[in-house]
T-cell receptor
């Protein structure tokens, strides 16, 4: 089954404790992206990757890092999480950067206390 | 600067009638527009897209209309079904960037 898999689904952590949210896709998509969803703000792009070893900032990159060492994986790293990073996070992949719909993962609900 | 706006947070429609969801944008550089549907506890699902050089695209019960002069697009669902109850996001895409609206919650009443 074609899918984007995120882990974990739910995570509660403390301020400053480094964490990684994993994302993997099995569709051989070149384009991957991370979004966060907050009430009243919709989906905002954090980082995106056009291919292996090629990443760039989205609209809200502060406090996040990403890497793309393999085509299928695109982990999101929070080096020192803060409460304002409490949010619902989605990873997504696409065949190309425009026109083609994203396939989204099921989301990771992160709470930073 | 909100480049993609969905000004109606919610909409209720009777089953069998038409649902019209609206979206406005400010960025003239978008070359595709897309609609997504989102159920609770799931990721958004791609519904339909339209190229900026077209004014209409149809897929089954879903039709998207684009009015470039007004910088406005709309999603029509006919006939509406209870299973269509969800949050709908519109998005504009340009080079490597998708900008999403804030979503409209559609409730289809049986």
């Amino acid at each position: 089954e074609a899918q984007v898999t995120q882990n974990p689904r739910y995570l509660i952590t403390v301020t400053g404790k480094k964490l990684t949210v994993t994302c993997s896709q099995n569709m051989n998509h070149e384009y991957m992206s991370w979004y966060r969803q907050d009430p009243g703000l919709g989906l905002r792009q954090i980082y995106y990757s056009m291919n292996v070893e090629v990443t760039d900032k989205g609209d809200v990159p502060e406090g996040y890092k990403v890497s793309r060492k393999e085509k299928r994986n695109f982990p999101l790293i929070l080096e020192s999480p803060s409460p304002n990073q409490t949010s619902l996070y989605f990873c997504a992949s696409s065949l190309a950067d425009r026109g083609y719909g994203y396939t989204f993962g099921s989301g990771t609900r992160l709470t930073v206390v | 600067d909100q480049q993609v706006k969905q000004n109606s947070p919610s909409l209720s429609v009777q089953e069998g009638r038409i649902s019209i969801l609206n979206c406005d944008y400010t960025n003239s550089m978008f070359d595709y527009f897309l609609w997504y549907k989102k159920y609770p506890a799931e990721g958004p699902t791609f519904l339909i897209s339209i190229s900026s050089i077209k004014d209409k695209n149809e897929d089954g019960r879903f039709t998207v209309f684009l009015n470039k002069s007004a910088k406005h697009l709309s999603l029509h669902i006919v006939p509406s079904q209870p299973g269509d109850s969800a949050v709908y996001f519109c998005a504009g895409s340009g080079t490597y960037k998708y900008i999403f609206g804030t979503g409209t919650r559609l409730k289809v009443l049986a």
